[in-house]
DNA sequence: ATGTAC
């Protein structure tokens, strides 16, 4: 294996054995040849290989091992001789992140940050296993998974101008309700407008450092102004939706499949009827994703309107766990691209990209760049990237410290579970100003704010 | 990530 430099920050593992292009890895010389990368990097070797593979296969800089493809990697399949994969997504369809803007600085809640978080903690199921007290029934699960988060503001959560600040408007058109199995829709009719756990939190943040005045006022962020983000996506439906066709493309693509590196790999050609199948399924959780974020932010927003008299505005609310169909230039001719973002960000020129770190330290509003476009397919990390496994957590660290450190930086914390809080500490995280400085360095991205938590609600 | 296991 050849590992070229091509920029500091840049790069390339020529193509060899059965890689059908080179692999790509934006990262920094401290990281690139060490152990936690090593096997995400043979998982990006393995992705190269797969059929109808364009320009390369990617990772971010917060890349680590995931279900047959890496955390944090970008692969663009032809869609005439490409594949599509479950794999590529990840069982959390269209997980994501939203930032929502207030007109209040810290000083004004400094005293409400306790009530705040609990109120939110009340007000919204979290946990494994949050539910609604409500299921919707299946005619209206359709309506759903056809509308997004274009539903949830006919349903009063929200308002329309919402829409214009959420990617593809919140709302995906090629999905089709008959793809997705009568479990899945059982499984999403009483958790939509719920947490989840794992990863997934609600934080109030205040704006730290502002990099660019003049965007940061276009996009109505200023210093010590307080802010909200949501990170959830699909919950159980999504898994159900990603278990299910990984079971149906093994079952009946058993001969196309006969040559895959890894059994994760599991896929289908993108123009056959199973991988159009998984396609639709697959918008159909993104869509329920995009409207679960929708209905808690607007709840939050009404608690905000409650306490504090303010309104709320959308900043941008972006999946980094979603295969997308989009058009990019290819040896100078417009060319349609199945995009497989897996803990990677859309980072079209322009465009708001979010990137949370972790709960102790801080998350960033980045732009998309011209270059993102040029050099990955418009895509940007999606987080830390973590350095310990949850298991490892455990056995490393204690929740009590855990609570201790955060009171030291004056972060409040409501949590469902003591695990979790180990889980998810600071330290099992990459240092996110790491990540964030590759990301500047290869220009993917650019950074506008940084984000400071002081409230934070995990499941 | 996940009714953390079929």
Not at 435 to 452: F, R, Y
């Amino acid at each position: 294996m050849k590992i070229i430099r091509e920029t500091p920050y840049i790069w390339k593992i020529e193509k060899f054995g059965n890689m059908k292009v080179d692999a790509i890895v934006f990262t920094n010389s401290e990281t690139i040849y060490s152990q936690e990368y090593h096997e995400a990097i043979q998982q990006l070797i393995n992705v190269a290989s797969l059929p109808g593979i364009v320009k390369a296969a990617y990772a971010m800089p917060d890349i680590h091992w995931g279900y047959g493809f890496p955390i944090g990697g970008v692969a663009a399949f032809d869609t005439d001789n490409g594949i599509i994969s479950p794999g590529g997504v990840g069982f959390d369809i269209n997980c994501g992140v939203r930032v929502m803007t207030t007109s209040l600085s810290y000083s004004e809640i400094k005293k409400y940050i306790d009530k705040l978080i609990k109120e939110i903690y009340n007000n919204i199921p979290v946990g494994v296993g949050s539910r609604t007290n409500f299921k919707f029934s299946v005619k209206e699960m359709k309506n759903i998974i056809e509308n997004g988060a274009y539903w949830a503001i006919n349903s009063n959560y929200g308002i329309s101008e919402d829409l214009n600040n959420i990617e593809d408007r919140g709302k995906i058109k090629y999905t089709d309700f008959n793809t997705m199995s009568k479990e899945a829709i059982k499984r999403g009719s009483n958790e939509l407008g719920t947490l989840g756990s794992g990863n997934h939190f609600i934080e109030i943040q205040k704006v730290g450092k502002i990099y660019n005045l003049e965007i940061a006022e276009k996009w109505g962020l200023f210093e010590n102004q307080i802010v909200y983000t949501i990170h959830s996506g699909s919950r159980g439906l999504g898994h159900q939706i990603a278990t299910d066709y990984i079971k149906i493309l093994r079952d009946n693509l058993k001969e196309w499949n006969k040559k895959i590196p890894d059994k994760q790999l599991i896929n289908a050609p993108f123009n056959s009827q199973y991988g159009q199948n998984y396609f639709l399924a697959m918008n159909g959780a993104a869509n329920f994703a995009f409207a679960n974020r929708q209905i808690m932010g607007h709840k939050i927003r009404k608690i905000f309107k409650e306490i504090f008299g303010t309104d709320v505005k959308l900043l941008y609310d972006i999946t980094h766990n979603i295969a997308k169909l989009e058009e990019h230039i290819i040896d100078g001719k417009k060319k349609k691209l199945i995009i497989h973002r897996k803990g990677a960000t859309r980072a079209f020129k322009n465009q708001p990209v979010l990137i949370p770190g972790d709960m102790g330290t801080s998350s960033y509003v980045l732009i998309g760049t011209e270059k993102s476009e040029s050099l990955a397919f418009g895509s940007s990390a999606h987080g830390a990237g973590r350095v310990l496994g949850r298991r490892q957590a455990k056995r490393k660290l204690n929740s009590k410290d855990i609570l201790t450190e955060l009171k030291n930086k004056n972060i409040r914390i409501i949590a469902k579970s003591k695990g979790t809080i180990v889980e998810e500490a600071p330290e099992v995280y990459k240092n996110i100003d790491d990540v964030i400085e590759i990301i500047e360095k290869t220009g993917i991205s650019k950074k506008i704010a940084k984000l400071i938590p002081i409230g934070v609600v995990k499941g």
